[in-house]
């Protein structure tokens, strides 16, 4: 159970506040602050799948929907009882057809969201009845004239009968025989009636009706008879816009009847899926990770940050219960953090299952059926209740609910009496819901819930660092630390009397110093420990970025190599192209030479000379383009490189037959090579 009184003590109202602020609409930010805890694993995976869907949609995909919807449910439960909707509540309706319609258009453009694809499935989207409803109003007070055809013609009429009456009126305005009469030269309405403006003295000198006078008495607002008809007439076709405007509200009120359920679900699936972009866009302001939910009791929090305090000056908080581990001591200095860390564990787990985001590196959070906490000063005045009965009041309350699903937070249990009878009754409540199987954590001063934690199985201990060297309390949680309070070092610190603090410290019995000693060393002797885990852990940082440097120049090294064998293939290849070349241009000038019908003496030198210069090429290339490969003594099996000395070529041994013939294949190409002719190279 997720009782209002534990969560108003650990401000998750303030959380949601938080909130409903990223929500666009009035539903939205409600629901947003109705948001509870649930106890069953999968609907709170659902609820952080949905989170993430919404995460994915605003910050991968850039998609910001619109939930900008008025509030509809009353509107259309009006209509369903066949009352006729007003202009107002009919452009409500009209505004949640277009949202739900944007929305269905925006997130097909979203692949990989399968929750928000299933709910755009259920919104309402009435594209001809949201068009028909922003054509035929203009706002909430005026409907527009191309409403029915009906409306049109009518306002035509009224325009032209309007003109009609003003021309005859404007008659007697300007008429010198009428000037006199008038208060002043203008035409006005009384009672939807054109009239004119009359001194009172000459209330006979013009025959018509009289609607008005002035609160002076010096004016009467006169209708001439030769007008009365006509503005009747005018009446008439004002009563009819009047009947005709009501037909069109009621078509409208008949058509949001008909659409009653969907419209009711679509704005439902609206407001859902506001608050649900609203815990997507929390945490992207939190920069909060996704929690990972177990049943297996494991809690465990990397740098979470408490998300009321400002993150300028919040310091990071780091806490871990294996599953086995029923109970997490959280010892240390008074205003070293203590209760923050109490609040901050139950805060993330209200929030991990009510499917928000934590602010936090990393976080594992058990899946429980309810939060219960005592924390802060309890006192009642009304009730007449010391703070240590406020808080044992409230401590029955948890232990007759609790089960062994349930988490359970002490702040400071057992203080407010004797200490000693406190201490007592601390290690006997946290000994019973030890047995009842429930995960709690306590904050306390009393050494005998310190030896308590060191001696029983299932209890881990935890303690706020405290800087020996300034005498502050660093705020940072040091697992498997069991801390002194260090209160006379803080009161010496913040000012108090150097006699009373050594006063004090002269009075405390040789067993509590003993105990605070064994602590202290202890505390050192992790202090040390941890300096050489850090140690150990830089260098071995340090031996990985030269292993990772190495490994990159070999790389490089490796790519330079190949880069610069591709080089010599390649100019070995222009190299013997060229050459080829050559040889085909001395062969044509043999072959002409040789076709001569007559061979003269300077021929056989041009001939003779040719030929030395194809034998001096193939010199060359035998002497500068062939290297013998380097042989290797080993046994020589088939799949080993051979160097075949009549080609001048390395290849792969295919077999040997009982005579020594090899076969060797060069690429696709396989040859028979005889016994000596080849050996085998590394």
């Not at 306590?442 to 060297?469: C, R």
Request: hydrophobic share 40%; aromatic share 6%; net charge negative.
């Amino acid at each position: 159970m997720f009782d209002d009184k534990s969560l108003n003590t650990l401000e998750y109202g303030k959380i949601l506040e938080m909130l409903a602020a990223h929500a666009q609409s009035e539903g939205g930010k409600a629901a947003c602050r109705g948001l509870r805890p649930v106890s069953v694993k999968e609907e709170a995976v659902l609820a952080l799948d949905m989170t993430a869907e919404a995460d994915r949609t605003l910050f991968e995909f850039s998609v910001s929907p619109s939930f900008a919807v008025d509030d509809i449910e009353e509107t259309v439960t009006k209509s369903e009882k066949g009352a006729v909707l007003s202009i107002p509540e009919i452009l409500r309706v009209g505004r949640a057809l277009r949202v739900a319609r944007r929305l269905v258009k925006s997130l097909s453009a979203v692949t990989g969201v399968p929750g928000l694809a299933a709910m755009s499935g259920g919104l309402f989207a009435e594209e001809k009845l949201e068009k028909d409803i922003f054509d035929s109003f203009i706002s909430d007070t005026e409907v527009a004239d191309n409403a029915t055809p009906e409306l049109r013609a009518i306002r035509i009429r009224i325009r032209r009968l309007g003109d009609n009456v003003k021309t005859k009126l404007q008659l007697f305005v300007t008429s010198p025989t009428y000037h006199k009469y008038l208060q002043d030269s203008i035409v006005t309405v009384r009672g939807d009636r054109y009239v004119i403006p009359v001194k009172s003295e000459f209330k006979g000198a013009i025959s018509g009706l009289v609607h008005d006078q002035s609160a002076s008495g010096a004016t009467l607002y006169v209708e001439p008879m030769q007008i009365v008809e006509l503005n009747n007439e005018l009446k008439t076709e004002k009563l009819n816009e009047q009947a005709e405007i009501e037909r069109i509200l009621r078509n409208f009120s008949l058509s949001v009847s008909a659409h009653a359920d969907r419209l009711k679900a679509s704005y439902a699936t609206i407001v859902e899926m506001d608050a649900i972009f609203a815990r997507a866009q929390l945490a992207h302001e939190m920069k909060g990770v996704r929690p990972e939910l177990n049943a297996d009791g494991v809690l465990a929090v990397k740098e979470g940050r408490h998300p009321l305090i400002d993150p300028k000056k919040v310091v990071p908080l780091t806490l871990a219960m294996r599953a086995e581990e029923r109970m997490l001591l959280i010892t240390g200095p008074n205003t070293g953090g203590k209760t923050v860390t109490l609040k901050m564990t139950g805060l993330f787990v209200c929030m991990a299952l009510s499917g928000l985001y934590l602010p936090a590196k990393s976080a594992k959070i058990p899946v429980v059926d309810g939060v219960y906490s005592d924390i802060g000063d309890e006192q009642s005045i009304e009730q007449s209740l010391s703070t240590f009965s406020a808080h044992i009041r409230n401590i029955i309350g948890i232990l007759g609910k609790m089960t062994e699903e349930s988490l359970v937070l002490f702040d400071e249990l057992g203080a407010g009496t004797d200490p000693g009878e406190g201490a007592a009754l601390a290690v006997s409540i946290s000994d019973y819901v030890m047995s009842a199987g429930a995960k709690f954590l306590v904050t306390s001063h009393f050494n005998d819930l310190k030896e308590y934690a060191l001696t029983t199985p299932g209890v881990v201990a935890a303690s706020m660092e405290f800087d020996t060297a300034t005498f502050r309390p660093t705020f940072k949680l040091v697992m498997g630390a069991i801390g002194t309070s260090n209160a006379l070092d803080i009161a010496s610190t913040l000012g108090l009397d150097r006699g009373i603090v050594e006063n004090a410290r002269a009075r405390i019995s040789a067993e509590k110093k003993q105990f605070d000693n064994v602590l202290s060393a202890a505390e050192q002797t992790r202090r040390r420990a941890e300096q050489l885990v850090s140690d150990a852990s830089l260098d071995r940082e340090r031996a990985a970025s030269a292993l990772r440097e190495a490994e990159n120049e070999k790389r490089l090294i490796a790519e330079k190599r190949e880069k610069l064998d591709e080089n010599i293939r390649r100019e070995t290849k222009r190299l013997i192209e060229d050459s080829v070349e050559e040889a085909d241009e001395i062969l044509e000038k043999l072959k002409e030479l040789a076709n001569k019908e007559t061979v003269e003496d300077k021929d056989v030198f041009e001939a003779r000379a040719l030929r030395s210069k194809l034998r001096n090429m193939s010199a060359k290339y035998d002497t500068e383009s062939v290297v013998e490969d380097e042989p290797d003594p080993t046994p020589l099996r088939p799949g080993n490189n051979v160097w075949v000395k009549s080609l001048a070529r390395r290849g792969i041994l295919k077999g040997v037959n009982s005579r020594g013939e090899a076969e060797v294949s060069f690429g696709k190409l396989t040859v028979k090579v005889k016994s000596g002719d080849y050996y085998k190279v590394k």
